[in-house]
């Protein structure tokens, strides 16, 4: 299998700040949760804490398939994940391999439960339907301009 992981949706990962873990429980219900702890493990896989999210814990438990994404919201594109979850307890041998890079991230502010492992089949782009109805006026800048306006917030010109 090629690696579904690429270099831009990693920068695109690593970029964000939130990203949005959908799983279903065995009778289909979904549950969509944010989750702000993350980081991309290697060319196929995500690791994802479990900070807050007996929900989502329940459901993989239940139902393996999950769809994990990531869109910066000035740009108004980034990427999904599609995979499926395996919950790993700190008991699971190969639990502090996973858990390693989001102890760096989460420091002491919170508490890791478990972790989610999401090995991706598929990777798809998301992209803001202004960039496919209005190409020619539509770009990066274009959005992000217009999602400082609307959130109400000023550029750092020193960033």
């Not at 090629?2 to 065995?26: M, N, P, Q």
């Not at 549950?31 to 690791?47: G, L, R, T, W």
């Not at 020619?136 to 999602?147: D, G, K, L, P």
Request: charged content about 25%; aromatic content about 8%.
């Amino acid at each position: 299998m090629s690696d579904l992981i690429t270099a831009e949706v990693r920068e695109s990962v690593e970029r964000s700040v939130l990203s949005w873990l959908a799983t279903s429980d065995k009778h289909g219900q979904p549950n969509v949760s944010p989750k702000e702890v993350f980081a991309v493990a290697d060319n196929q896989n995500i690791a994802v804490a479990n900070i807050a999210s007996p929900q989502s814990a329940k459901n993989i438990r239940a139902n393996r398939r999950v769809c994990l994404s990531f869109v910066d919201v000035f740009v108004q594109k980034g990427f999904k994940i599609i995979g499926t979850a395996t919950e790993l307890k700190p008991s699971a041998p190969e639990y502090s391999r996973w858990v390693e890079p989001l102890l760096a991230l989460a420091g002491d502010r919170y508490p890791i439960h478990s972790v989610f492992v999401v090995k991706a089949i598929a990777v798809e782009p998301i992209v803001a339907p202004s960039y496919r109805l209005y190409p020619s006026e539509t770009t990066e800048e274009s959005q992000i301009q217009s999602a400082l306006r609307t959130y109400g917030v000023r550029q750092d010109k020193e960033a």
